[in-house]
Every structure is written in C-alpha cells, then in structure tokens.
C-alpha cells in the first residue's frame, strides 16, 4: 500500500542497545492539524496525520450528522495558506444542507475538552434516527479471525513507524476494500466512511470495520451512522460503547486476536445459535 504524502516525517535519533549508543534516522508518523470549514465559517480542527483529506472531512460531515447524502456535497478543496507548504485548512460546500455553525463549533469543542454525559450522547444518537444495521448479515469466526493480520500487512504508514491506528473495511467475504491510517482512531474510521461516501456505497449494510485500537462510543456511533453491521476491535470497548451497539443492534467484539475475540453485541452475526447454550 502507498504512503500518503507528508503521513511520514524523518528524523535523526540516538538509539542504545546493549551498551552501545549509535545515531540513527527514523520516520515518525506526521501529525499536523486540520481545520474543516463550510464555506468561510470554521467548523471544527482535529489533529491528523496527512492524507486523504477529503475524505476526512467528508466522514466527519456525515457521521456526526450535518449531511445525510454525498450529493449534499458541492465541492471538498484545500485552502492554501500563505507561507505553508502544505494545506492543514479544507473548504466544503454544501447544498440542501440545513446546519447552525455556532451549535455545532460549540458542542465538537465541549466533546473534545471535557468529555460529555453519556446519557445525553446516546440520546443525541437517538434524535438523529439512526437505525440498527442489516440484521440478516453473518460472517464466520474463521473468517473473522483472518482479518487483523491483513490489516496489519497493508499498514504502510505503521509499517515504518509504529504509531498509528487503522480502520480496515472488508467485504461479507473477508476481502478487503479501503485502509485508512491515521494517529486518531476516529479520523481513520472518517476516512473509511469518507472514501464509501464519495464512491457511492453507502448504506455499508454488508461490510465489516476492524480497528487497530479499542472500540470506544465514537467508533460506533460512525459505524452505525454507516449502517455497518459488524465492528471489530483488537483491543476492548468502553462501557458507554456497548451500551450503545446492545440498543440499536451492532455486533461489536472486541479482542480480536489470533483464534479468540470476546462478543460484546450482537452475537448472532458471528456465533452460530445454540454454541453457548
């Protein structure tokens, strides 16, 4: 897999081993800022790792609910700065698309700097009528279990620097479809959504998404606003996370590795009926 541009830096360090001390070069993943506006308003900034803007930005815009169809998207581009090398501002114009911007600046940064109420987020899942995932959809453990290690063999970024997360999608045959990286696990599953938005294949009603870090209340409130029926995680969900998947129906598991993985939600699309009777 191709290394987006600028998702890598190098840098010169001193590496000891077994009492010797040499300088060595080594990559670090990028991380820079990007700020999401519409039209001239900012909207948010998150901290990125570069690559795959637009469909960050188009990920985001539709998973936290401000667009609802990609043709609501008239335009995604980069804005140049004056003096930067790079662009860390993109501009999106929207049509038929209903948003107030000050209540929404005002409650990305109240959920960014000092967490909110569950009760109150899983309420605001509620107002925005997500429905629970395609519940006829079934994928075998076997296969399931096949997964990390594909991840992990197209994680070019990680690959040379060992510090970025992923969000893979794989089709109901264990092929995979999109990889994202990025140093935020919410940007990654953005850009998986983003890349699905803009190709056309929302609703992802037959699909998987395997993180690389754990499930928290972010990733599945943007699996199911994808309509994904099964997330996986090689780590472990928050509470809040499971409380979420149990009420509108996602398969969540958690502890994906090797031959085992923990079923938080939603057995029935991966456990055959009547194994844990």
Known sequence: MRTPERSVE???????????????????????????RIGDTPLTVTMRTPGHDHELAAGFLFTEGIIEFADQIAEICPVRLKGSPGSNVVRVELRNADFNAEDLQRNFFAASSCGICGKASIEAIRRRGLRGPNPDFHIAPELLCQLPEILLSEQAVFSRTGGLHA???????GKLLALREDIGRHNAVDKIVGWALLEGHIPLSSHVLLVSGRGGFEIVQKALAAGIPVLASVSAPSSLAVKLARELG??????????RFVVYSGQYRCISAGVCE
């Open 10 to 36: 190098l840098t010169q360090v001193t590496e000891w081993e077994d009492g010797n001390a040499r300088t060595v070069q080594d990559s670090l993943a990028a991380e820079e800022p990007l700020e999401i």
């Open 167 to 173: 969000a893979a999608l794989f089709d109901t045959d």
């Open 250 to 259: 996602l398969t969540l598991v958690g502890f994906l590795r090797g031959r």
